[in-house]
């Protein structure tokens, strides 16, 4: 269940993300609404996977799904470049995340 807790915690992490840039443009109550909310699930399940999963191996896991995340967002609905050296690193955080859970 740790494992389930540590990826809502990054996918929550996304939506804080992308508060943060609709705050920027926006400037309204729904901003901030889903900065915060993000930002609040997100530190709330990931408190909840620190409880069974080490402190770094749960911060790495985070971070790297906000990451990636927060990266696809950006190429996707903002506009970001999309070309293949992007892609390349967003593979290897994938590939770092997935060893992390086949060695923990």
């Known amino acids: 269940m740790a494992w389930v807790y540590l990826i809502l915690a990054g996918g929550f992490e996304v939506f804080g993300v992308i508060g943060m ?3 920027l443009k926006y400037k309204n109550f729904q901003a901030y609404t889903v900065l915060f ?7 709330s399940f990931l408190t909840l996977a620190m409880q069974t999963l080490p402190s770094g191996l749960s911060y790495a896991v985070w971070t790297g799904i ?10 996707f609905f903002y506009g970001e470049a999309k070309d ?4 390349l690193c967003i593979g290897t955080i994938l590939s770092a995340i997935i060893g992390l859970k086949l060695t923990s």
């Not at 909310?37 to 530190?43: L, R």
């Not at 293949?84 to 892609?87: S, Y």
């Open 21 to 23: 840039n609709r705050v």
């Open 37 to 43: 909310g993000g930002f609040i699930f997100s530190f």
């Open 66 to 75: 906000g990451t990636i995340g927060g990266t696809l967002v950006g190429m």
């Open 84 to 87: 293949w050296k992007r892609l």
